[in-house]
């Protein structure tokens, strides 16, 4: 008798891969990125922009971002930084880039408004009734 015949090896492309998770058409969107990974590194551009709006020795009070009749200036900018606090209108610029953003979403997407910050100050007048605050949130 002779030797067994040696098992037989699979060739390359019958060894099978991971099947890709498709997600459902609500959660697709054809422009926006929706998971981002934190820890991954900033590109050099985006480097370069972060530079160039806290740059010291700048002019403080020009628009590093203008869009209709909103606008930020580098000092406003610059409360990014950690451990300061953040100014309202670059909360302001967010909702407008989001609101922005929303626009490029699938059409079975759920949408989403972000509000600027105007709508958490009014109701915070210490100075009117809760009634009268409640009346200005509303409407």
């Not at 009749?69 to 989001?98: E, G, N, Q």
Request: net charge positive; with cysteine.
């Amino acid at each position: 008798m002779g030797t067994p015949a040696p098992a037989p090896v699979p060739l390359e492309q019958e060894i099978r891969g991971k099947r890709k998770v498709r997600h459902a058409a609500a959660y697709r969107s054809p422009y926006v990125r929706r998971v981002i990974n934190l820890n991954k590194k900033y590109k050099t551009q985006e480097y370069s922009v972060w530079r160039w709006i806290i740059q010291e020795g700048q002019d403080k009070i020009e628009h590093v971002f203008e869009a209709g009749d909103l606008f930020c200036i580098r000092k406003h900018m610059a409360t990014l930084r950690p451990r300061s606090r953040l100014y309202y209108s670059v909360i302001d610029i967010w909702d407008a880039l989001m609101n922005e953003k929303e626009t490029y979403k699938a059409v079975e997407s759920p949408m989403c408004l972000f509000l600027n910050i105007g709508l958490s100050i009014v109701p915070l007048d210490e100075t009117r009734s809760k009634d009268e605050q409640y009346k200005i949130y509303v409407t």
